[in-house]
């Protein structure tokens, strides 16, 4: 499959965002830390990675967790799925929260979230009176399923 070519500055010292198996969505993001940075139980931070891109339009970067920091360590993104908007060219950062009962020690090199690709579409609104009808009509929040 030909396979897009975007754009990427990489200020840290390590290897490039990549996909680790054939057929992964995502590729993990590395923390570019001087230091490192340790989070108290229910504390944020803004986590560098130290790279740029340059997506092309009609394009978006999610920045998602992973499954396994999470699970083990009770490290999640705060704002999952993070946006990074194709117009975006500064230093993609991560918002990491600690949801466990415990201090997490996050260290440089570190493989803390993992970016997805995807194409988007921007829309134009049609301001209308009425809206088609549906079988759902306005029912949400768990209205089905009842008898
Ligand atoms: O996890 C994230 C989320 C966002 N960003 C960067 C890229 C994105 O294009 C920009 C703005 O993000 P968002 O739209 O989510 O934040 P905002 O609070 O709406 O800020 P802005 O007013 O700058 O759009 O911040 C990141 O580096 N990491
Ligand atoms: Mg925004």
Same mark, same amino acid.
């Given at each position: 499959m030909q396979q897009l070519a975007i754009p990427i500055t990489n200020h840290s010292h390590h290897p490039l965002p990549a996909y680790a198996t054939a057929g992964a969505s995502g590729m993990d993001l590395r923390a570019f830390l001087l230091q490192p940075v340790t989070l108290q139980p229910l504390e944020r931070a803004l986590i560098p990675t130290g790279l740029h891109?340059?997506? %092309? #339009?009609?394009?978006e970067a999610q920045i998602r967790p992973r499954s396994g920091l999470a699970i083990k360590q009770g490290i999640t993104c705060l704002n999952t799925p993070g946006t990074i908007d194709a117009d975006y060219r500064g230093e993609i950062k991560?918002?990491?929260? $600690?949801?466990? $009962? #415990? %201090? &997490?020690? !996050?260290?440089?090199?570190? /493989?803390?979230?993992?970016? &997805?690709?995807?194409?988007? #579409?921007?829309? $134009?609104?049609? %301001? &209308?009176? =009425? !809206?088609?009808? =549906?079988? /759902?009509?306005e029912g949400g929040f768990g209205h089905t399923g009842k008898q």
């Open positions: 891109i340059a997506l %092309p #339009e009609g394009f991560v918002i990491l929260i $600690n949801l466990s $009962n #415990e %201090p &997490v020690t !996050l260290h440089d090199g570190d /493989r803390i979230a993992q970016m &997805v690709i995807q194409k988007i #579409e921007q829309i $134009n609104w049609m %301001p &209308v009176q =009425t !809206l088609t009808e =549906t079988a /759902r009509g």
